[in-house]
Nanobody
Framework: QVQLVESGGGLVQPGGSLRLSCAAS????????MGWYRQAPGKERELVGR???????NYADSVKGRFTISRDGAKNTVHMQMNSLKPEDTAVYYC????????????WGQGTQVTVSS
């Protein structure tokens, strides 16, 4: 079993920044990916972005150029720097670990709320 602990959510004004972090208790897959989904009220959960154990990243079009995912492999930790935040970024953000580079999540974090509002 893998536990994921998230931190860094909160309330921020439009145009502001937040940094989310997610620490995994262990990574049991040699070729894996970590990243983030988000779910806004009344909407389906959507992929925000991911980073593979090889360091490759990909992002949803809606966050490209504004969000950056990085990873500390030695600490099994992933970070997401979110800049130029918009009200439509308001959602619960969920960290995940996947067993291959591009498969669906095998483990989820508990979620952290991000609210962008003036």
């Amino acid at each position: 079993q893998v536990q994921l602990v998230e931190s860094g959510g909160g309330l921020v004004q439009p145009g502001g920044s937040l940094r989310l972090s997610c620490a995994a208790s262990r990574i049991i897959f040699s070729r894996n990916a970590m990243g983030w989904y988000r779910q806004a009220p009344g909407k389906e959960r959507e992929l925000v972005g991911r980073i593979t154990s090889a360091g490759t990243t990909n992002y949803a079009d809606s966050v490209k150029g504004r969000f950056t995912i990085s990873r500390d492999g030695a600490k099994n930790t992933v970070h997401m720097q979110m800049n130029s935040l918009k009200p439509e970024d308001t959602a619960v953000y969920y960290c995940f670990v996947a067993s291959t580079y591009y498969s669906g999540p095998n483990y989820w974090g508990q979620g952290t709320q991000v609210t962008v509002s003036s």
